[in-house]
C-alpha cells in the first residue's frame, strides 16, 4: 500500500513539474525566442533599406509615386516596421507578407489581398495577443485619436485611429473589406485594420481597430511627430 501511495504521490509531483515547464514554455521561452526573432526581422529590413532595394517613395498626398508599379510582397518576408506610440514608444514591431502561423511567430501579419502599404484600400494586419512576444497585448488600451505609424525604407506613413477596439467573432471577415461595414467608413480610402484576438488567452473572439492615413513624409525628413517624444 504504501509502495502505491509513494508511487501515485511521485507521479503526481512529476506531472505537476511538466505543466509548470510547459507554463514556463509557454509564458515566456516563446516569447524571449519571439522577440530575438522580431529583433532579426527589423535587422533584415535596416540591411535591405541601406542597399537601397525598396520601392519608389510616396508623392506628398499619400500616393504612391507609381500606382502601376505596386510593391512586392513575398510571403513570409518582411516589408515594414510598426510603431504605436500609445503602447509605448520602444514598441516597433515587423510587418511580413501572410497570416500563416508560421508568420504570426514572426511578428506582425499582413493579410494577403488586402491594399499595400499607404495605397487605395484597407492595409490589414493581424498580430498575436499573448505568445510569440504578446505584440497585441495592450490592444484593448487603443483609442480614436492614436497614431499607428509604419515605415517602408522610403516613406512614413502615419494613420490615425478612428474607431476600436471593435469586437466580433472570427467569421465576421468583413473587418478587412477594403471599406469595412461597420467601420463608420461610407467611401473608399486609404485604411488600415489591426485585428487581434479575444479574450487574452483565448480565440473566440477578435478585437478590431480601424484607421484613416492622415500623413506621409520621405524618412529623409526625420521621425514623424508621433513618433517624436
Not at 501515485?8 to 506531472?15: A, K, P, Y
Not at 520602444?90 to 508568420?103: M, S
Not at 499607428?148 to 506613413?157: E, I, P, Q, R, S
Not at 484607421?211 to 506621409?216: E, G, I, K, P, V
Amino acid at each position: 500500500m504504501r509502495v502505491m501511495v509513494r508511487t501515485v504521490s511521485e507521479l503526481c509531483i512529476t506531472v505537476g513539474a511538466l505543466i509548470v515547464l510547459f507554463v514556463v514554455y509557454v509564458l515566456f521561452w516563446t516569447g524571449v525566442r519571439a522577440d530575438a526573432v522580431m529583433s532579426d526581422q527589423i535587422d533584415q529590413l535596416h540591411q535591405q533599406w541601406s542597399k537601397g532595394s525598396v520601392r519608389p517613395p510616396t508623392g506628398s498626398s499619400g500616393a504612391p509615386a507609381s500606382e502601376a508599379k505596386p510593391a512586392v510582397y513575398h510571403y513570409g518576408r518582411p516589408f515594414a516596421i510598426m510603431y504605436i506610440p500609445r503602447l509605448g514608444f520602444t514598441w516597433n514591431k515587423p510587418v511580413l507578407e501572410g497570416t500563416g502561423t508560421d508568420v504570426l511567430k514572426k511578428g506582425l501579419a499582413h493579410y494577403a489581398g488586402t491594399a499595400r502599404l499607404g495605397r487605395k484600400g484597407n492595409f490589414a494586419v493581424a498580430g498575436h495577443r499573448r505568445t510569440y512576444g504578446d505584440p497585441f497585448k495592450d490592444f484593448p488600451r487603443l483609442r480614436a485619436g492614436d497614431t499607428v505609424v509604419l515605415t517602408d525604407g522610403t516613406t512614413w506613413f502615419t494613420y490615425r485611429i478612428d474607431k476600436g477596439p471593435y469586437k466580433t467573432v472570427p467569421a465576421d471577415v468583413e473587418v478587412i473589406d477594403p471599406v469595412p461595414r461597420k467601420s463608420g467608413y461610407t467611401r473608399p480610402g486609404r485604411y488600415l485594420t489591426l485585428t487581434t484576438c479575444d479574450p487574452e488567452w483565448g480565440h473566440s473572439h477578435r478585437l478590431i481597430v480601424w484607421a484613416h492615413l492622415d500623413s506621409t513624409q520621405p524618412v529623409e525628413a526625420g521621425q514623424p511627430k508621433a513618433l517624436r517624444r
